[in-house]
């Protein structure tokens, strides 16, 4: 099966540090990932997407790696927020669809001054 | 929450009822999605539409029935409601290319006792 794992212990992070929260997948190398924050009460917010073909991609204090050979997403939050805490979620699409995605469980994160 | 709105936002129901949510779009998105989300599972696809009247099945679709007769309107049906149905349920759309962002709709708790 293509699964997604996410560390589903809370990320606990002082505020100003960089925040990096990990995701795995197993099987086959995803086309691409996708990257969602979701609040409490709230649906998912896309916020960025990264190719098996990229090594990096930035969107102002984010930033997302896809290592193929470890099989690994590592997204990044620098100076990070009190704002910032959320639970984000990792997706892959499925192989052999053009728009179906499979969830990690998310990894929540917490931004304390 | 892109121009998607879902309805009920909350609902209890009793074992054996039918239940019907409903997802709106007003962004002409041709792919419409519907997810459950549960502790410890993260956000699982339960039927999708790749346009008007073509649906298919997700992983966890047993159960669940879906209709869509308009761009705007997914409709999800609980035939006979079960605790085990318990959720919170989210509708998702997205455009056909390859990559493109889900957008979601707020939820719907529903409560099956």
């Known amino acids: 099966s293509q699964k997604i794992e996410q560390n589903s212990e809370a990320l606990n992070i002082q505020e100003g540090k960089t925040a990096t929260l990990t995701c795995n997948y197993t099987n086959y190398s995803p086309a691409y990932l996708q990257w969602y924050r979701q609040d409490p009460g709230r649906g998912p917010v896309f916020l960025l997407l990264i190719r098996e073909n990229e090594k990096e991609k930035r969107k102002e204090r984010l930033k997302v790696t896809f290592d193929t050979t470890l099989k690994q997403s590592l997204f990044h939050i620098t100076a990070s927020q009190p704002a910032d805490s959320a639970t984000y979620l990792c997706a892959r699409r499925l192989t052999g669809t053009a728009s179906k995605l499979t969830f990690g469980t998310g990894t929540r994160l917490q931004v304390t001054l | 929450d892109a121009g998607i709105t879902q309805s009920p936002r909350h609902k209890v129901t009793e074992t054996g009822t039918p239940v019907t949510l409903r997802c709106h779009q007003t962004?002409?998105?041709?792919?419409m999605y519907w997810y459950r989300q549960d502790p410890g599972h993260g956000l699982r696809l339960i039927h999708y539409?790749?346009?008007?009247?073509?649906?298919d099945k997700g992983e966890v679709s047993d159960g669940y029935s879906v209709s869509r007769s308009k761009t705007e309107d997914f409709l999800l049906t609980l035939e006979s409601a079960t605790s085990s149905q318990t959720s919170v349920y989210f509708c998702?759309?997205?455009?056909?290319?390859?990559?493109?962002?889900?957008?979601f709709g707020p939820g719907t708790r529903l409560t099956v006792l």
């Open positions: 998702a759309i997205s455009e056909p290319r390859e990559g493109e962002a889900q957008y």
């Open positions: 962004e002409n998105h041709r792919y």
């Open positions: 539409s790749y346009g008007v009247k073509d649906t």
